[in-house]
Each structure stands twice: as C-alpha cells, then as structure tokens.
C-alpha cells in the first residue's frame, strides 16, 4: 500500500474549531474554509513527503516513519513530531492535536 497521489479536499468537517485548536486568527479561518487544498504525496519506503496547496499558500514537510521530523503548521510554526504508521493511517501527535490521515483506495481522510 502506497500514500503516493494527489488528493483534493472533499469536505471539511469541524474546520473552524480545528483551525482555531491550531492557533489560526478568525480572519484567515474564514478567509481558508472555502477553499479547497490539494494534497501531494510522495512515498519512497518510509520517507514521505509532503505538499499541501491551499490558495496561494503551500506547505512542504518531509518525514520518515518512526524518526523525529520538523513539522511546519498552518500557521506557519515548525514543531518536531513522529509520524507513525498504523496499517492504512499516518498518526501524529502535533502540539497536542492527533493528525490521523487514512488512506482507503484513492481517498485519504
């Protein structure tokens, strides 16, 4: 099973109270929840990285599971983190949020 693709976001449930979890002003939460992101991933064995395109902001993290990466968030911080990866899911604890992305087929949630 490989995370490699391009994914477009779908839907966004509970957008504003993350955004606001991560630190994001009510301005730019507004201005971010109508727009759609697009998603690159690339996978070699246990290195990813990825690229997350949102308007004209674009983010670009590079990780390998089970080491200790720097993360950068939305709002622009970096923080360490480790990715690990459990069966279809990268999990990460980030400033005491869980990412989870799940990939089922061509779909990542």
Request: hydrophobic content about 35%; overall charge negative; cysteine-free.
């Amino acid at each position: 099973m490989s995370f490699t693709g391009k994914y477009e976001l779908q839907s966004q449930e509970n957008f504003e109270p993350f955004m606001k979890a991560l630190g994001l002003p009510d301005d730019q939460i507004q201005k971010g929840k109508d727009i759609k992101s697009i998603s690159e991933i690339v996978q070699d064995g246990n290195k990813f990285k990825v690229t997350v395109t949102t308007g004209s902001k674009v983010l670009h993290n590079e990780f390998t599971i089970g080491e200790e990466s720097e993360i950068e968030m939305l709002t622009g911080e970096k923080v360490k983190a480790v990715v690990h990866l459990e069966g279809n899911k990268l999990v990460a604890n980030l400033k005491g949020l869980k990412s989870v992305t799940e990939l089922n087929g061509d779909t990542i949630t």
